[in-house]
């Protein structure tokens, strides 16, 4: 008959760590790389091995405002993202470039499939929204360039007719804090993205300058960059009481301290999972104008809601801008 031996004390206890040992690395998922991360860990991550560590990720919102990135950069690492509206695109050093699609609910649902993703590894990363939107003639004009401190949700509270209540300024009512109204960005990090850029010069053209002419006090402005503050809202609108409704919105929510200056349709959404994420601290909003958010005198509603006098120049200088600060950022952090 074969005798048992019983495991001695020591190895019972050898066993037991390799065991905890084990379970406790395939409960984390892929192996993160370390603080010390480079390129050539980069480059094995790319191939499937590990998570990509991103260093900074640029965050579009349409396949226009993409396109000088992916033209102009080299970023040969594709990452599918399941749940993201596009893939990322990177390069070996972790600058990424990624489309989110229009609008709050695109935006919120490729950031949080971003954000969630398993092969990728954010714990150093900043993030950058650069992106097109709409100006207010008498606060920026065509192809500006703005970073926002203030990020103010337009759509959120109560929006009154004026006719039928004429007693509520400018037809809105605050409403409750949903904890997604108003994000306030990182105060350095917004002033080191204006004093890398705030010189640079940008993209201007004819369309653009006749366009400006129809406004008060327009007449001979070119571009230049600028901190000032951004509304988000799923609607495309315009008119002089809406700009000055957006004004007062931002009032509200940030004590009269905010400046409006831009209007986009997504930044509060990404605003938000970057949040809940614990990365808002890390993340820049820069917004260059495409066009003007009212008509001017004797021009249709339908006509500059359709019309993008600045548009070329604004895709232009969102890159000429953006990119400055993303390599920065990628290369040295803020």
């Known amino acids: 008959m074969r005798t048992m031996t019983r495991p001695r004390p020591r190895t019972l206890l050898a066993i037991t760590a390799v065991l905890v040992a084990l379970v406790a690395a395939l409960s984390r998922g892929p192996l993160s790389y370390a603080s010390g991360q480079d390129a050539s860990d980069n480059r094995s991550a790319a191939a499937g091995h590990g998570r990509f560590a991103v260093r900074a990720l640029v965050i579009t919102m ?31 050093a972790g600058l990424c470039v990624t489309t ?46 703005a970073w926002a401190r203030w990020v103010v949700d337009y759509d959120l509270g109560h929006h009154v007719s004026t ?22 960005l990182d105060d350095h990090l917004v002033d080191t993205a204006y004093r890398l850029t705030r010189n640079i010069k940008l993209a201007d053209s004819d369309e653009a300058a006749e366009n400006r002419a129809h406004y008060p006090g327009q007449a001979g402005k070119t571009p230049y960059v600028d901190i000032c503050d951004t509304v988000t809202g799923d609607n495309f609108w315009t008119g002089q009481d809406q700009s000055e ?16 200056c831009t209007t986009q349709m997504e930044d509060n959404a990404t605003a938000a999972v970057l949040n809940r994420h614990g990365y808002l601290k890390r993340y820049l909003d820069l917004r260059t104008a495409s066009d003007f958010d ?41």
Request: hydrophobic share 30%.
């Open 62 to 92: 349409f396949e226009g405002e993409t396109k000088p990135w992916l033209e102009r950069e080299s970023l040969p690492r594709t990452i599918e993202v399941p749940g993201a509206y596009a893939p990322l695109h990177c390069d070996d």
């Open 100 to 145: 989110t699609g229009m609008g709050k609910t695109n935006a919120a649902a490729s950031m949080a499939a971003i954000l969630d993703s398993r092969r990728l590894d954010f714990r150093k990363a900043y993030f950058l929204t650069a992106g097109i939107g709409g100006t207010p003639p008498r606060n920026g004009t065509l192809g500006f360039a």
């Open 163 to 184: 006719a039928t209540d004429p007693t509520v300024p400018h037809g809105y009512l605050k409403g409750d804090d949903t904890g997604t109204n108003v994000f306030r």
């Open 245 to 260: 409704r957006a004004q007062y919105v931002i009032d509200q929510w940030t004590d009269g301290q905010g400046d409006y």
């Open 294 to 334: 009212q008509p001017y005198r004797g021009q249709s509603a339908k006509d500059v809601l359709t019309s993008f006098p600045g548009y070329g120049i604004s895709v232009e200088n969102a890159y000429r801008v953006g990119s400055k600060v993303a390599h920065h950022l990628a290369g040295r952090g803020a």
